[in-house]
């Protein structure tokens, strides 16, 4: 069974511009979930989707938003990008929403 | 937004010494998972407890939950060059499905 597969893994943007992440869940799974992770701060939640609907959101402002397919796969947008959007920003899936997670390898994002 | 606590932030030991992870809340949670993850990749998770006072073991590594569900511990026995790595405890809120992590404990064992 393929893991969540997260595109693409490396990523560099400049100030103000937009960029858009893919996750694909583990087959059959309906619930996404996504993650900052920095040094710092280590991993904030972003949003969690279930059956294309959102169902729980962090605290981040409005720059960043989600969606969700109805084949499951999901995408954020972060628009007007800032260097503090510097961040590895990992998905996870699960079968259910209150399943165990399972995340991907990431999408490392740089701005400069 | 509960928070939960993990020292130490860093820990450098050598192969075969034995060390104990700490994962600390003044909030109660529902469950608490334990995650590792490897430069390049995402957390693995190794283990769930649900139970106040439970305890779980996974080969060299013991996780224990806190009778009042606010604190967590791994202890790591013998630990080996392949347990190095970032380990991550996350907390499940009583009121839904949300996790909330740690910063987590950088473990680098030494051969």
């Known amino acids: 069974k393929a893991g969540v597969t997260q595109t693409p893994r490396y990523l560099i943007k400049t100030r103000g511009q937009q960029v858009t992440l893919s996750c694909s869940p583990i087959?059959?799974?309906?619930?996404v979930s996504w993650y900052q992770q920095t040094p710092g701060q280590g991993l904030q939640f972003l949003f969690e989707?279930?059956?294309?609907?959102?169902?729980n959101k962090g605290n981040f402002p409005g720059r960043f938003s989600g969606r969700q397919f109805s084949n499951s796969r999901s995408e954020m947008n972060v628009s007007t990008l800032e260097l503090g959007d510097s961040a590895l920003y990992l998905c996870?899936?699960?079968?259910?929403?209150?399943?165990?997670?399972?995340f991907g390898n990431g999408t490392r994002l740089t701005v400069t | 937004t509960q928070l939960l606590e993990q020292s130490p932030q860093f820990l450098s030991i050598q192969e075969g010494e034995n060390l104990t992870v700490y994962c600390n809340s003044s909030?109660?949670?529902?469950?608490l998972q334990w995650y590792r993850q490897e430069p390049g990749e995402g957390p693995v998770l190794l283990v769930t407890?649900?139970?106040?006072?439970e305890v779980k073991k996974l080969k060299r590594l013991t996780f224990q939950f806190g009778d009042a569900r606010k604190d967590s511990s791994l202890h790591i026995t013998a630990a080996q060059p392949g347990d190095t790595g970032l380990y991550l405890c996350?907390?499940?809120?009583?009121?839904?499905?949300?996790?909330?992590f740690g910063e987590g404990t950088q473990l680098t064992v030494n051969p």
């Open positions: 996870a899936s699960s079968l259910e929403a209150n399943s165990p997670l399972h």
């Open positions: 087959s059959g799974h309906r619930s």
């Open positions: 989707y279930f059956s294309e609907t959102q169902r």
């Open positions: 909030s109660v949670f529902s469950s």
């Open positions: 407890v649900v139970t106040g006072g």
């Open positions: 996350a907390g499940e809120e009583t009121s839904g499905s949300r996790l909330t």
